[in-house]
């Protein structure tokens, strides 16, 4: 007598994936102004995408491994830990990431929908082309059937780029990594309405906020013991040398790392050493800078659950639900349209 017949394995193709581009050439001379600006203004900054060029992006990748620099894990952790909850109560259909990078993860995010039957459609959206390009690829092979549609755009300008919503069904935004807290006030309740906007009845904002504790601990994840956030911090001078044909010398510059109270932030600063004259002939300038004067390269403010709570409540949002590491000092937040 034979046995039952099994039916074959259920397989699902793997999908093309789609790149939208919004970076144009104009962007450069944008980009271009705004580092002028910081560079000649009377309390000199540099923005933060100046970090970024290959070898910024490789010391950065090493940042989140050091002991230090306990953000990173913790996200990770409140995202392995808590995404089947979270998906079961809201039944995302789509995933859209702002600021998405190399999207690793994602994966929690995108495994806990599998899981739960809801995935179909993976929006990623940062500002690099090609970064957009390998993730996208990379997803749409690790999850056949799931439409991935990724848009590459500055989201101070570009968020209005991003798809609509499918009817019928629901999406996750995220913003992961604790992004929110490397904008300025204004910039950041900017940011937290147009990520509202991209929400309807149904959906919900995954947001990632590192939290006020202790300070010392703060200043180490930003000022490491092997030295590795303070060569970060200085690859942004010859990052601007390269672009710009700059003649600073970042050895010429300390790293300087400091809790900043009353604005519940960390700052990133590079002190000179000496008087410095910084020569930038693609910008068309001088920047004087004497010994012991600093430019400010980054800030990253750190929150509490009630600071949360009124930025959600300000974009017309509601908080949901609240997770953190078992040490409280990171948190992911679930908000819904009020």
């Excluded at 620099?69 to 109560?89: F, G, K, N, P």
């Excluded at 204004?186 to 906007?197: E, F, K, N, Y």
């Excluded at 947001?207 to 690859?235: K, Q, S, W």
């Excluded at 003649?247 to 990133?268: G, K, L, T």
Aim: glycine share 8%.
């Amino acid at each position: 007598m034979s046995g039952p017949v099994e039916s074959p394995p259920t397989t699902r193709a793997v999908l093309p994936w789609r790149l939208d581009c919004h970076v144009a050439a104009g962007d450069d001379a944008a980009a271009a102004d705004e580092l002028r600006r910081g560079l000649t203004a009377a309390r000199p900054t540099i923005p933060a995408r100046w970090f970024y060029d290959d070898a910024g992006c490789d010391l950065f990748v090493r940042i989140t491994d050091l002991d230090e620099y306990y953000q990173t894990r913790a996200e990770q952790l409140i995202l392995d830990t808590a995404m089947d909850d979270v998906i079961s109560a809201h039944a995302p259909a789509e995933l859209v990431e702002i600021g998405s990078g190399a999207a690793r993860k994602t994966r929690a995010i995108l495994d806990a929908m599998e899981r739960a039957g809801t995935l179909r459609r993976y929006v990623p959206f940062d500002i690099s082309p090609g970064m957009l390009a390998m993730s996208a690829a990379d997803i749409a092979a690790a999850y056949p059937g799931t439409r991935v549609h990724a848009i590459a755009g500055d989201f101070s300008r570009h968020l209005s780029r991003i798809p609509r919503r499918r009817s019928g069904a629901g999406r996750m935004v995220a913003f992961l990594g604790g992004t929110i807290g490397n904008l300025e006030p204004p910039r950041r309740r900017t940011m937290m309405r147009r990520l509202a906007r991209l929400l309807g009845p149904g959906d919900c904002l995954l947001l990632g906020t590192d939290l006020a504790h202790d300070p010392e601990v703060l200043v180490r994840a930003y000022d490491d013991g092997e030295g590795v956030t303070a060569e970060f911090n200085r690859n942004i001078v010859r990052h601007i040398n390269a672009s710009f044909a700059g003649d600073a010398d970042p050895d010429d510059f300390a790293h300087v790392a400091r809790w900043n109270a009353r604005a519940s932030r960390i700052e990133m600063h590079l002190r000179a050493r000496r008087d410095i004259r910084w020569s930038i002939a693609g910008l068309g300038i001088v920047v004087p800078i004497e010994a012991g004067s600093t430019i400010r390269t980054e800030i990253s403010c750190k929150f509490t659950r009630d600071a949360v709570e009124a930025i959600h409540a300000d974009a017309g949002l509601r908080t949901a639900s609240w997770h953190t590491d078992p040490s409280g000092r990171y948190a992911v937040s679930v908000a819904v349209p009020a």
